[in-house]
């Protein structure tokens, strides 16, 4: 089977002393791409994901602010932010949203950082990759009035309530390890009615890995263990959600 790992840090420091060893790893388990996402450390060094992006055939990038990060945004951001949209290799803009758990930069600045980044995505034509925590509300109220393109709410996390929310809104849902996490049981009542053309994979490495790996670095060689999950959950083949996730992200990603 070949999978598609829609979300990981590639750049992640804590791949520093075996990222390559990591990468073979995951194409050895049958990720044949993976996005790595480039938020990095945060402005002034958002082409992080680029970097390893340039260095592999099989990967991709993101560039964005992590809500986290807001308050390192200025100007020079936005400039860099859009030539690089501009890269080859570059196909999504991300992860964006809001963060109200750590509250790393205030809340005003994380919308205002938000909204900045969903027009150079409208100007660029990029889809977006959301990141939202303890924001559902306000997240949801943002994109309502300020997008209107396509995108991935990734480490979709939810019940089916949230995931209506989403999918009224034309995203993709990014499902990971946390599928397999014992009380997650309302995220796997949400995955039963995602439609399939909407259905993500993703690790989220070196974060969340899925059990029997929880509470270990994560990376992208177990994303295997998610697609069981997912596919026990739906009753479907694992050989049928790996071909259609991958079908997914070339729709969404690689038009």
């Given amino acids: 089977m070949k999978l598609v790992d829609s979300h990981c840090h590639l750049d992640d420091r804590r791949y520093g002393d075996d990222r390559e060893a990591m990468i073979e790893r995951a194409r050895a388990a049958g990720v044949e791409r993976m996005l790595s996402i480039g938020t990095g450390g945060g402005p002034p060094d958002i082409e992080a994901a680029v970097r390893v992006a340039e260095q592999y055939p099989f990967c991709y990038a993101t560039v964005g602010v992590h809500p986290h990060d807001a308050?390192?945004?200025?100007?020079?951001?936005?400039?860099?932010?859009?030539?690089?949209?501009?890269?080859?290799?570059?196909?999504?803009?991300?992860?964006?949203?809001?963060?109200?758990?750590?509250?790393?930069?205030?809340?005003?600045?994380?919308?205002?950082?938000?909204?900045?980044?969903?027009?150079?995505?409208?100007?660029?034509?990029?889809?977006?990759?959301?990141?939202?925590?303890?924001?559902?509300?306000?997240?949801?109220?943002?994109?309502?009035?300020?997008?209107?393109?396509?995108?991935?709410?990734?480490?979709?996390?939810?019940?089916?309530?949230?995931?209506?929310?989403?999918?009224?809104?034309?995203?993709?849902?990014?499902?990971?390890?946390?599928?397999?996490?014992?009380?997650s049981e309302a995220l796997r009542e949400a995955v039963k009615m995602i439609p399939e053309d909407r259905l993500l994979l993703e690790t989220d490495a070196p974060y969340l890995a899925p059990v029997p790996h929880r509470g270990k670095r994560n990376e992208p060689a177990y994303l295997p263990r998610t697609l069981e999950k997912l596919a026990e959950v739906r009753g479907e083949s694992q050989e049928m959600l790996a071909l259609r996730t991958t079908a997914n992200f070339e729709s969404l990603c690689l038009r």
């Fill in 71 to 183: 308050s390192k945004a200025d100007e020079s951001t936005w400039e860099r932010m859009t030539h690089l949209c501009g890269h080859p290799k570059v196909v999504m803009l991300g992860e964006i949203g809001l963060d109200y758990h750590y509250d790393f930069s205030p809340r005003e600045v994380q919308m205002e950082v938000f909204i900045r980044q969903l027009d150079i995505a409208r100007t660029t034509g990029l889809p977006v990759t959301i990141h939202t925590r303890e924001a559902w509300a306000d997240t949801l109220a943002a994109l309502r009035d300020n997008w209107e393109g396509s995108g991935v709410f990734h480490c979709f996390t939810g019940g089916p309530a949230e995931a209506e929310e989403a999918l009224g809104l034309g995203f993709h849902l990014g499902i990971g390890g946390v599928l397999t996490f014992p009380r």
